[in-house]
């Protein structure tokens, strides 16, 4: 998968240590006889620790974005055109759409980058104020599709890694922008990526009293819609496997809410068996994709059970006469965090993945459901109510340090990006004529914005990375 | 910890399992894909027969009244719920022929998942009341929409209070 490196000389003569701020005059004569020996060091060989290379720490703090320049990546053969700039412009819109990174414009280019190997001006970049560069190079041949690229931190005039190149169709062109802007913004902020992602989630359309729904699956930036389901009956809440390659979901097409299992390459489906008179839902595949953790109501009290698909071995984990429901794995698959009205209202715990006694974590106002673990096992991400608003909300495991992200009439159902730095989530208006969205938001809370998609949606389930 | 193991876990879907009730009568939610027996909106679906037939499903549904509601996070039946259901019983021990489905119902204020539990816990408090009034348990089935089917649609109490209910659908079939 590694492209193989070019020569790194590019222009070092001004050379500058600093963490990417523009360039101050004074300080670049200052540190003349200081240069000369970092270059000499960095001809000789890898260079080691500098001075401040180019790195964003996500924080909970405000965030100066950092800026970027992408020109145009070079099309490599004459049918590569025009994929290359979509592509470039893809990477930009990836990064922007963030609010962590900042594009210089194009038109504010002092030079272009005309040849993906020929040597970098980082002066001319450096004076428009671009932090960091992207350039790459696309060829297409038939259907075939090859991109490469490279990352420049512009201050200290280094490559960030070493150039990549993802080779595709060009059908899947899309897909190869994000690959590029998930290895940008993972260079720059040591973090996973998330562009590269599909969400599936139900697609809504008709009045309130009498809605459609069916299950869709897009690209996590709204592009690449395909339907699952027909709207023939109510579909709810799916979840993807760790690997992406099924789908859960609670369906009505028995008349009871029922599981069901979709494979999404072929749209094949099974329930999950359910005895009469008992109502399946909330389900979630366990950590190895092998078993599904679910609600099963029976009798008017609804508990957490365990299900093995290839054994079918049922396994109860609750047995309280309250609602115990939305239960999520943490990532090592030991833990289950679920809601319960036990105390008398919804309120999250914490229990061993094979039942026992379970702790209460929320101890907030009002009233706490659908907690969803971090993929990387830090927060767990919930719904919460409280004196009319609802919430989009993380605290940690120990239900500490809780903040909300979100509030508004109805937002529930957060998702979280493989990364576990960005949650998506339903959000619905008020009225007769209120319609669910999907919204996006920074672990921070900042950065709320629409997910771009033709007509109403809800219940998203953010995938993983693709590989 | 119980530890159920069950012959087949997964059975494949249906294409044709739209309804397990073919038969059902009146103000049912009956999913997504309404059919031309069921009124999804309910209020103004009467159900076949007439009103002045006390043996027919429109008498059961409009002049009995096939539904109670609840007040918010409840599922006790009040004083009025009790009245409509020892009028439901009556007719359905009088009419042996049908059954029922006990639908439950939310209105929007919760999350999802909360408001099936929460559906579920309404329809099965009608259904151990229909029980308790003589009312074989066999002839009655529970589901819950939670809040996927409102019959009422403004985002305020008045509305609310109209979704937070529990309907009792008839259907026909001769118990065996």
Known sequence: MFYDMVSKSGDNR??????????????????????TLLVALFLAGPVLAQGGPLRLTITDGVIEPITFAVPSFEAETPQAQQVAQDISRLVVADLAGTGLFREVPAAAFISQVSSFVQPIAFSDWR??????LITGAVTARGDQLVVKFRVYDVFSGQEMGGGL?????TAGWRRMGHKVADAVYSRITGEGGYF???????????????????????DQDGANLQFLTDSSTIVLAPRF???????????????????????VASLGRQQLSTAPGEMAFSPRFSRDGQSVIYSLSNGGTTDIYRTDLATGQHLRLTQTPS????????????????????????????????GGEARRISFGEGRYGTPVWSPRGDLIAFTKQNAGRFHIGVMRTDGSEE????????????????????????????????????????????????????????????????? | MNVITKATVLILVLATAACTNPNRFGAGSGGAGAGADVGVNGAGAGGVGSVSDPSSPMFFNQTIGDRVLFVIDSSAISQEGRAILDGQAQWLLTNADYRAIIEGHADEQGTREYNLALGFRRANAVREY????????????????????????????????????????????RIS
């Open chain 1, 241 to 263: 496997s760790p690997n992406g390659d099924r789908v859960l979901y609670t369906s009505f097409e028995s008349g009871f809410p029922r599981i069901n299992v979709l494979n």
């Open chain 1, 323 to 354: 609602i115990e429901t939305a239960p999520s794995l943490s990532p090592n698959g030991d833990q289950i965090v679920f809601e319960s009205d036990r105390s008398g209202t919804q309120q999250l715990y914490i229990m061993p993945a094979n």
């Open chain 1, 165 to 169: 190149q993802f080779a595709g169709t």
């Open chain 2, 130 to 173: 229909l029980v308790s009034r003589g009312v074989p348990s066999g002839r009655l089935e529970v589901t819950s929409y939670g809040k996927e089917r409102p019959i009422e649609i403004c985002s305020q109490e008045s509305c609310y209070a109209q979704n937070r209910r529990a309907v009792t659908v008839l259907s026909f079939a």
């Open chain 1, 127 to 132: 004076a428009v104020n671009a932090q960091a």
């Open chain 1, 14 to 35: 001004q050379y500058r240590p600093a963490r990417g701020r523009p360039n101050r005059q004074s300080k670049a004569e200052m540190m003349k006889r200081v240069l």
């Open chain 1, 196 to 218: 590269d992602s599909r969400v599936v989630f139900v697609s809504e359309s008709g009045p309130k009293d009498n809605r459609q729904k069916r299950l869709a699956i897009m």
């Open chain 1, 403 to 467: 903040r909300l992200l979100t509030s508004s009439f109805l937002d529930e159902g957060p998702t979280w990006a493989p990364n576990g730095r960005v949650i998506m989530f339903s959000r619905e208006t008020q009225g007769a004529a209120g319609a669910s969205a999907l919204y996006s938001v920074d672990i921070s809370g900042r950065n709320l914005k629409a997910v771009p998609i033709q007509g109403a949606a809800s219940d998203p389930s953010w995938g993983p990375l693709q590989p």
